[in-house]
């Protein structure tokens, strides 16, 4: 089956560095894509990967690996208005999206 | 620019009731979508499109109906709503014409069924 694995929640302080990663097995890959939630609200994207490597989005960074079917989000210099749920979503071999259900990100003073 | 609004926000069914959800894009794009978002799970894909007049079936589909007679919009229906479908509803569309197809999600219908 199609599988999506992210952490629940993580926690980290203001200020620092925090690395939300995402693995994942699914029928093909056209790509893998990274979406922020804010309680009750909806998701908004923040990143595609298609290709290995690392892309760069201001202090926001994704980096992909196909070949270990793994992924991360890389989120520098934390604010609070980062907390959030973050969605891994991978696009399978029919265009479809499978989603992962998300980390809950919670920044501390 | 409203992007893609959903109505209502919140709503509450007693079980066999019918409803429509409302879903408006002004964004032109040919794709759109209904998830349901239940904790502790992944957003599930309901039903989709990839333009007017054409309607295709996701992972969850049971219980729900679409229609796609104009590009702007996508309504949802439940037929006899069950407690089983209590959730959050999200409409999302794309511009299918990128390979990335970015999704655009509305703000979301908070549905209780009784």
């Known amino acids: 089956g199609q599988n999506i694995d992210q952490p629940t929640e993580m926690t980290a302080t203001e200020g620092a560095i925090v690395q939300v990663n995402c693995t994942y097995q699914?029928?093909?890959?056209?790509?893998l894509f990274w979406y922020q939630q804010h309680a009750g609200e909806a998701p908004t994207f923040l990143s595609y990967?298609?290709l290995d490597g690392l892309e760069e989005k201001g202090r926001f960074s994704s980096f992909l690996s196909r070949s270990k079917g793994y992924s991360y989000l890389l989120l520098k210099e934390l604010q609070m208005k980062d907390s959030a749920s973050y969605l891994c979503?991978?696009?399978?071999?029919?265009?479809?999206?499978?989603w992962g259900a998300g980390t809950k990100l919670i920044i501390k003073p | 620019n409203a992007g893609v609004t959903q109505t209502p926000k919140f709503q509450v069914l007693k079980t066999g009731q019918s409803m429509t959800l409302q879903c408006a894009q002004d964004?032109?794009?040919?794709?759109m979508s209904w998830y349901r978002q239940d904790p502790g799970m992944g957003l599930r894909l309901i039903h989709y499109?990839?333009?007017?007049?054409?309607?295709d079936q996701g992972e969850v589909p049971n219980g729900y109906n679409v229609s796609r007679s104009t590009t702007e919009d996508f309504p949802l229906r439940l037929l006899s709503a069950a407690p089983s479908q209590t959730s959050v509803y999200f409409c999302?569309?794309?511009?299918?014409?990128?390979?990335?197809?970015?999704?655009?999600f509305g703000a979301g219908s908070r549905l209780t069924v009784l």
């Open positions: 979503a991978v696009m399978d071999s029919n265009y479809q999206l499978i």
């Open positions: 999302a569309s794309g511009d299918g014409r990128s390979g990335a197809n970015v999704l655009t």
């Open positions: 964004m032109n794009h040919e794709y």
């Open positions: 699914t029928s093909g890959f056209n790509g």
């Open positions: 990967n298609v």
């Open positions: 499109s990839v333009g007017a007049g054409i309607t």
